[in-house]
């Protein structure tokens, strides 16, 4: 693979830095929120991406009976980095979850229904998988579909849902056959947050950031809602988490926190002597540094692999995506703890706090990268994927 940018993609990517540039907002781009930068959840982040729709950059990979353009997939890669460069909504929900879940999967009432609003960013989605029994290990799931006249009624409860506080959109897993294999009996629908049976509880994490537990009581979906096959949930599930687990975790924020880092060795000192001296932190700059750009290098396989899959009609790349998520924020924790380290006790300072080493950045993203490893499957998930899928060993080796 090649690991340049070709003449139009360098040109593409000028031209969505001066979009963004154009378009610059304090309150919409906030890199300090880190990942949890790329929700879209308030006014002014929607207007920012009703805009790129406008500019036709939503959906660019999908279909062109579907609005989209059928693009190569290294240009969503491209603009989702620079989004998250600057700590803003991106593009990795309702484009590449849900959108290209229902292109591969829905029916064409749910096409006509939620893709056009998914390109003109007029909908917003909430993904519920984990519940409090069911985690990393999303098959456990419990959440009850029990088969009604017309529909299905839902009971019980979700947790972790990031987005059901704002979003319209429920974007749910649910058993509907108790007596099928875990991985089996599980079936996606699509329910309205505002339903009267939802009620929604917030949870503050270790971020700063919210999510919520959400609850059922005798929810009815009607059939048009279920997504796909009944009892195929979970292979649907699973193909849109080897997408979420790349577009959602991009490698921009940990660069610019490497650049923070580095930044911050180059003009320090310690007892009066330059920090950048110290051979102990010249070898540990370095090695994070190499690490950073194998990262940069597993983000740009996984695009190359998965516009292979889209030529060629496969699925997603699991093993890649994995290996992509575990490195990558493995290696942020380190960043991290390395930031906590050669900043000094300064770093413990929060974050906007001017005088504190990197403004006080460290001490966010030493929370934050917690989450990174949880989110969209653990790293023991991830280990657990790629030794069964890439280096073909038994569930129980």
């Known amino acids: 693979m090649d690991f340049d940018f070709s003449p139009d993609q360098q040109a593409f990517a000028i031209e969505v830095e001066a979009f963004l540039d154009a378009n610059d907002d304090p309150d919409v781009f906030d ?3 880190e990942n949890m930068a790329q929700i879209v959840d308030t006014p002014k982040r929607r207007a920012l991406m009703r805009r790129l729709g406008e500019q036709g950059w939503l959906g660019m990979t999908w279909p062109k009976e579907y609005g989209g353009k059928e ?45 056009p609003k998914i390109l003109a960013n007029e909908v917003e989605f909430a993904v519920g998988y984990s519940e409090p029994e ?3 290990d999303a098959a456990a799931m419990k959440l009850k579909a029990t088969e009604t006249s017309g529909g299905w009624i839902l009971n019980g409860q979700k947790t972790w849902t990031t987005s059901a506080h704002f979003a319209e959109w429920y974007w749910v897993g649910a058993r509907t056959d108790p007596d099928a294999p875990k991985h089996f009996g599980i079936t996606l629908f699509l329910v309205p947050m505002d ?13 700063d950031e919210r999510t919520n537990d959400v609850f059922f009581d005798d929810v009815f979906v009607p059939d048009e809602y279920v997504v796909g096959e009944l009892n195929h949930g979970f292979r649907y599930i699973s193909q849109a988490l080897d997408l979420e687990r790349f577009t959602m975790f991009t490698f921009s924020p940990v660069k610019q926190r490497l650049d ?19 051979p102990k ?12 750009e194998v990262a940069r290098g597993m983000g740009l396989r996984v695009v190359d692999a998965s516009m292979r899959a889209e030529s060629e009609g496969g699925n997603p790349p699991t093993m890649e995506a ?20 050669l900043g000094g006790p300064g770093t413990q300072l929060r974050v906007g706090t001017e005088e504190a080493p990197m403004a006080g950045r460290a001490e966010s993203t030493y929370r934050y990268t917690v989450l990174d490893t949880i989110g969209g499957g653990t790293s023991e998930v991830q280990k657990n994927i790629i030794t069964r899928r890439g280096l073909g060993l038994p569930k129980n080796f």
């Not at 309702?94 to 829905?106: E, N």
């Not at 009267?196 to 949870?203: A, K, L, S, W």
């Open 31 to 33: 890199p300090t929120r």
């Open 71 to 115: 693009g190569e997939g290294i240009y969503e890669y491209i603009l989702n980095e620079a989004l998250a460069a600057r700590g803003g909504p991106q593009i990795g929900k309702g484009v590449g979850i849900i959108g290209k879940t229902l292109i591969a999967h829905g029916s064409e009432f749910l096409k006509e229904e939620f893709l």
């Open 134 to 136: 069911a985690g990393s």
């Open 195 to 207: 339903h009267p049976g939802i009620t929604v509880q917030g949870i503050m994490t270790m971020g």
């Open 260 to 278: 923070l880092l580095v930044d911050h060795v180059r003009n320090a000192t310690r007892d009066g002597e330059p920090l950048r001296d110290d």
């Open 281 to 292: 932190v010249r070898s540990r700059i370095a090695r994070l540094a190499t690490t950073a």
């Open 322 to 341: 994995s290996e992509y998520k575990l490195f990558t924020t493995e290696f942020s924790k380190r960043l991290a703890d390395a930031s906590m380290d």
